[in-house]
């Protein structure tokens, strides 16, 4: 039973990357940034805010996880608490497609389906990202704190504005925990 809920969780998640980088919906600026320095990516992430979307509604507390495999790719581990605690885990791989698109990686949770991950903004000492999905529809603030600097916070959110993300169900994500 929990394989398939995870399965049915992340399935939903592939779904979101079905357009190329640059061509998000509602003419979004989806550009990825113009260098990615996968080692400095590595490590864990704190989700500070992202739009609604099925497979994390309802969880704080989320994290993902970032690391190099010894074959090259990208070993990731994303986890969130749900109301009543129970840990939920979804472990997936990834892989840079190419240097074409410094910011882009592709992801998959399921078999074989990969889905694009886009860091469209990202700070130089790599404290915060902002990522998309080919799509558009999905949006996360991520940071290496579980709280985030208020003016910080507020630039990344114009920076999205200026990208053209409707943030009007932006949703704060509860940092609870940090285990």
């Not at 469209?120 to 529809?137: C, F, K, N, P, R």
Request: aromatic share 14%; with cysteine.
């Amino acid at each position: 039973m929990k394989l398939k809920l995870l399965s049915i969780f992340f399935l939903s998640f592939l779904f979101a990357f079905c357009e190329a980088p640059g061509k998000g919906k509602n003419n979004l600026n989806l550009t990825t940034v113009e260098s990615l320095d996968i080692h400095r990516y590595m490590g864990r992430w704190f989700e500070i805010a992202r739009l609604p979307h099925y497979h994390e509604r309802g969880l704080h507390s989320i994290t993902a996880n970032y690391s190099l495999a010894q074959d090259g790719t990208i070993s990731v581990t994303n986890r969130g608490y749900s109301q009543n605690e129970t840990l939920k885990e979804a472990r997936g791989k990834a892989y840079r497609p190419d240097d074409l698109v410094p910011g882009e990686l592709k992801v998959s949770f399921f078999w074989i389906f990969y889905g694009d991950y886009l860091v469209i903004e990202l700070d130089t000492d790599y404290q915060w990202a902002l990522v998309s999905a080919g799509s558009g529809e999905y949006l996360w603030i991520l940071s290496r704190t579980p709280v985030m600097n208020e003016a910080i916070y507020q630039d990344i959110l114009q920076r999205a504005r200026k990208r053209g993300f409707d943030l009007g169900e932006l949703i704060v994500v509860e940092q609870k925990r940090v285990d």
